[in-house]
């Protein structure tokens, strides 16, 4: 029995194109990707604005409250809630040089109406957070903005957004790179500083997501540590990933198993979850995987991070106190890995 409560997104599930190869697998329709999760074993799923309201664009204001609440009847009848709503910042054409951070007016103008229509949508899904993945804001080419008026801009968005709904709280979801090279938000420290920077700090936190740690060179357990000290850790994205390459988004703890039981260690350790928090996970289906797999990695990722609940239990905090009381970290790293092989 988890401790946990675990969400998905809809694009989890996905049909297999890469930047070098068209789809693999058929779409699954929304609402039967609902049924599988409920079914798999989750409890809340996790969206985009337009993964709620497909063609965002097209629609009024009202329009997307009636579409969203259409999404809310559908998440009821199968037993599961929205964790966070996400605008998708880099998709439209729009969004070419960025959101929040665009260097055209216009452009960022229109990063706040989705950024907005986030809002409404989290609102009559019954949700009260927004994760910001700032997927463009930053360079490609250093010379075209300023890293001050990056940071500035982002900041005042922010602000805005906390003006623009008393209770909302924003999760910021760290990254280094990919699609954009210098991000503005590379790791948590940086979410953290613009926290503080807000009008609001109570109500801008962070998710962090495995991958994303690791591409930045750093240690997700140690990050998910840093922002659950500053009590901001409101949501995190475990999955995993081979080295600093391109975001693998692989199931979680598949390549780096000592890591994953380091990351659901830290969240048990620090009562992860008791308000409320979900482990979300953020996971994609390898690109050979056939239709019937399409939710495969799902299934072994919550089987894996199950496992490591069950590992994390079981860790003996006595032996660890007398090696540290000892020195002999030699000794603790191979109770850990005696631990994890089951030896
Ligand atoms: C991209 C990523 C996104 C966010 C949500 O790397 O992780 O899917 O989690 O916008
Ligand atoms: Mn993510």
């Not at 903005?145 to 909302?168: C, F, H």
């Amino acid at each position: 029995m988890s401790r946990f409560k675990y969400s998905v997104g809809p694009w989890n599930v996905h049909e297999g194109a890469d930047a070098y190869g068209p789809e693999v697998r058929d779409s699954i329709p929304f609402e039967e990707k609902l049924k599988k999760f409920k079914e798999i074993g989750f409890d809340a799923v996790q969206f985009h604005d337009d993964d709620a309201v497909p063609n965002i664009n097209n629609y009024t204001e009202e329009e997307i409250k009636v579409e969203a609440a259409k999404v809310k009847a559908l998440l009821d009848k199968y037993g599961l809630v929205a964790e966070f709503v996400a605008p998708r910042l880099w998709f439209d054409p729009r969004t070419v040089d960025g959101g929040f951070c665009s260097n055209s007016a216009e452009d960022r103008e229109y990063a706040m109406w989705r950024a907005y229509r986030s809002i409404d949508i989290a609102r009559v899904l019954g949700c009260d957070k927004i994760v910001l993945w700032l997927a463009r804001e930053g360079t490609l080419c250093y010379e075209s903005k300023s890293p001050v008026d990056n940071t500035n801009r982002l900041v005042e968005a922010i602000n805005k957004m906390l003006d623009y709904d008393k209770d909302i709280k924003i999760m910021i979801e760290t990254k280094p790179n990919e699609p954009i090279d210098r991000s503005v938000c590379p790791t948590l420290g940086h979410a953290m500083a613009i926290s503080a920077a807000s009008k609001d700090p109570s109500r801008v936190g962070g998710l962090l997501e495995t991958a994303h740690a690791m591409l930045a060179g750093l240690d997700p357990a140690s990050e998910i540590g840093f922002a659950l000290a500053m009590g901001k850790l409101w949501g995190v994205h475990l999955n995993d990933q081979n080295g600093m390459k391109y975001d693998q988004d692989k199931s979680f703890g598949v390549e780096n198993l000592r890591a994953a039981f380091n990351q659901i260690k830290v969240l048990m350790e620090n009562g992860f979850g008791e308000n409320g928090e979900y482990i979300g996970l953020d996971v994609k289906a390898m690109r050979t995987e056939k239709q019937e797999g399409s939710y495969q990695h799902l299934i072994n990722s919550l089987k894996i991070a199950k496992a490591l609940e069950a590992k994390a239990e079981k860790f003996d905090y006595d032996f660890q106190k007398k090696c540290v009381a000892e020195r002999d970290y030699e000794k603790l790293e191979l109770y850990v890995m005696e631990l994890l092989m089951g030896l």
